[in-house]
């Protein structure tokens, strides 16, 4: 499905089954593809055939990346079709894990506060700001959804703002305040008869409409290859043609954080860095009929893996690491030359 296909246009379960059969290509990828087609499924209405593809997840002998929001996903979901206790009893436990990936917190916490569980979903969203953002001097861009869900969740409980809703207020850039957007009584505003209100109240759901769109629809973007030390070494060793495309580690690295800033400031939109690994690229080759010595095989096979969504958006948000995988934060790593 292109980004920019109409919602009304899809249809949910062929796209559900076309990426379960791209999933059975690309294990690799696999976690990534079936999280996709769970979610069109649920968007589809079969709930129970989502569930599936979760346990499936879950019972895999392939450890997954991401178990922590595997599990959010799933309780969400059961929790839409009738199955309340099995998804408190999954909150419960993804809450216990405390897990440091933003996502499951803000999935559980909206679980609970769309079946007004408001007490259990403002802990669930501090217990998720408390334990990803303490003592953190810029918060990165996948935890902002925790900061606004929590001011959304407080606003409709009445309590007073605190240093952590004034942050979410700092953080938040769309034309209508957070305290707009989420004030209570706006949902009474639209069964109004004052034909002002109700377009004020238009203003303000587009605003909010465009920040949803903003934090959750990325364009395709234009990915650069990175490999990991130990993989270029693997890659270059099993195809030496190869070593004239990657002299060094170090100077593939450069490359890249070179690469990037010439297309940023020749406008290019949306960059993004994709790793490979010797195994994909093999099977990639492969599928191409083609030696994977072809060194005209690299950008395809860049733009493949950012098409099955593997790519990391460049530059990394403030206070996000850098993505060439050393830990640090890219401010500190191949970001600390200023961007020309």
């Known amino acids: 499905m292109r980004p920019d296909t109409p919602a009304e246009n899809v249809d949910h379960t062929a796209e559900a089954a076309r990426l379960e059969r791209t999933a059975g290509l690309y294990p690799e990828d696999a976690e990534a593809l079936l999280l996709r087609a769970a979610a069109h499924l649920e968007l589809s209405g079969d709930r129970p055939a989502a569930t599936a593809l979760y346990d499936r997840l879950l019972s895999s002998s392939t450890p997954l990346e991401k178990p922590h929001l595997v599990r959010a996903l799933k ?3 059961l929790w839409e079709y009738g199955h309340e206790a099995e998804a408190r009893a999954i909150i419960d436990g993804v809450r216990a894990a405390s897990p440091r990936d933003p996502a499951p917190w803000v999935i559980v916490a909206e679980a609970l506060e769309s079946h007004d569980e408001l007490e259990a979903a403002h802990e669930t969203f501090t217990e998720g700001t408390l334990r990803l953002l303490t003592d953190v001097p810029e918060p990165p861009y996948a935890t902002h959804p925790l900061l606004f869900g929590r001011h959304r969740v407080r606003r409709m409980l009445g309590v007073a703002h605190d240093e952590w809703d004034a942050l979410a207020d700092t953080l938040h850039s769309m034309p209508v305040s957070l305290d707009e957007l989420h004030d209570p009584k706006r949902v009474w505003s639209l069964g109004s008869d004052n034909p002002a209100e109700l377009e004020a109240e238009i203003s ?6 465009g920040a949803y769109r903003e934090a959750l629809s990325r364009p395709f973007p234009v990915a650069v290859l990175h490999w990991t030390a130990d993989e270029l070494t693997e890659l270059v060793t099993a195809y030496p043609s190869l070593a004239m495309e990657y002299p060094s580690h170090e100077q593939h690295l450069a490359t890249i954080e070179a690469s990037l800033r010439e297309l940023a400031s020749s406008g290019t939109p949306n960059l993004g860095v994709v790793t490979g690994t ?5 099977a990639f080759a492969a599928s191409e009929g083609t030696s994977p010595e072809d060194a005209t095989l690299l950008p395809q096979y ?4 950012a098409a099955r969504g593997r790519a990391v958006v460049w530059p990394p948000q403030r206070g996000a690491g850098c993505w060439c995988g050393s830990g640090q934060p890219y401010g500190d790593c191949h970001g600390a030359e200023p961007l020309t």
């Open 302 to 305: 860049a733009t493949t893996l």
């Open 75 to 77: 309780a969400s979901n």
């Open 204 to 209: 303000r759901l587009r605003a909010e409409l």
């Open 278 to 282: 010797v195994p994909s690229y093999e």
